[in-house]
Nanobody, 115 residues
């Protein structure tokens, strides 16, 4: 079993930064992929950014150049640095881990971008 706990969400003004963290615990294998997803009200959950255990990253087009995903394998931590936030970034952000034994989700953290 894997547990994922997100933190760092909150209310931020447009143009501001926010950093999300995800703490992973449990049976985590060295080869895996982790990612951040988000779900806005009335919309489907979508991939924001992903990173594998080798450090290769991918980003959704709306966040390219503004968001940076990173991870600390030794600490089993995943991060999402979000800059130049826009109102359309408002959503619940979820941490996800995929490995050979299956996938796991966190409960999410709310990010609200508003003045």
């Amino acid at each position: 079993q894997v547990q994922l706990v997100e933190s760092g969400g909150g209310l931020v003004q447009p143009g501001g930064p926010l950093r999300l963290s995800c703490a992973a615990s449990g049976r985590i294998f060295s080869i895996n992929a982790m990612g951040w997803y988000r779900q806005a009200p009335g919309k489907e959950r979508e991939l924001v950014a992903g990173i594998n255990s080798g450090g290769s990253t991918n980003y959704a087009d709306p966040v390219k150049g503004r968001f940076t995903i990173s991870r600390n394998n030794a600490k089993n931590m995943l991060y999402l640095q979000m800059n130049s936030l826009k109102p359309e970034d408002t959503a619940v952000y979820y941490c996800n881990l995929q490995q050979w034994s299956g996938g796991s989700w966190g409960r999410g953290t709310q990010v609200t971008v508003s003045s």
